[in-house]
């Protein structure tokens, strides 16, 4: 059984920062791992993919440069690193890891990814 725990969400002024970690317990390995975040009324979106065993990683243009993506060397706990946060970044924030090995191909899809956590939240005020 894959469980994925999302912490670190909060609230913080616009051009703050806050780190989340998703915690991942049943499986040491994933081909894919990945943030998405879903603002109210909104579909879910892509934010951040590392894929490739962790030689690479993607980003949305609207976080590139901001938000950092990483992973601890026993791929068990995923980070997000938020910076110079903006109201638009306002959402619940979810972790997710793919497991096929077609998870690295499309790493912007939600398809690609079996495993989700419930979501932190992350607000941004002005």
């Known amino acids: 059984q894959v469980q994925l725990v999302e912490s670190g969400g909060g609230s913080v002024q616009a051009g703050g920062s806050l780190r989340l970690s998703c915690t991942i317990s049943?499986?040491?390995?994933?081909?894919?791992m990945a943030w998405f975040r879903q603002a109210p009324g909104k579909e879910r979106e892509f934010v951040a993919a590392?894929?490739?065993?962790?030689?690479?990683?993607r980003y949305d243009d609207s976080v590139k440069g901001r938000f950092t993506i990483s992973r601890d060397n026993a791929k068990i706990t995923l980070f997000l690193q938020m910076n110079t946060l903006k109201p638009e970044d306002t959402a619940v924030y979810f972790c997710?890891?793919?497991?096929?090995?077609?998870?690295?191909?499309?790493?912007?899809?939600?398809?690609?990814?079996?495993?989700w956590g419930q979501g932190t939240q992350v607000t941004v005020s002005s």
């Open positions: 997710a890891v793919g497991l096929r090995s077609d998870s690295n191909a499309y790493p912007f899809s939600r398809a690609s990814y079996d495993y």
């Open positions: 590392i894929v490739g065993n962790g030689r690479s990683t």
């Open positions: 049943g499986r040491t390995f994933s081909n894919a």
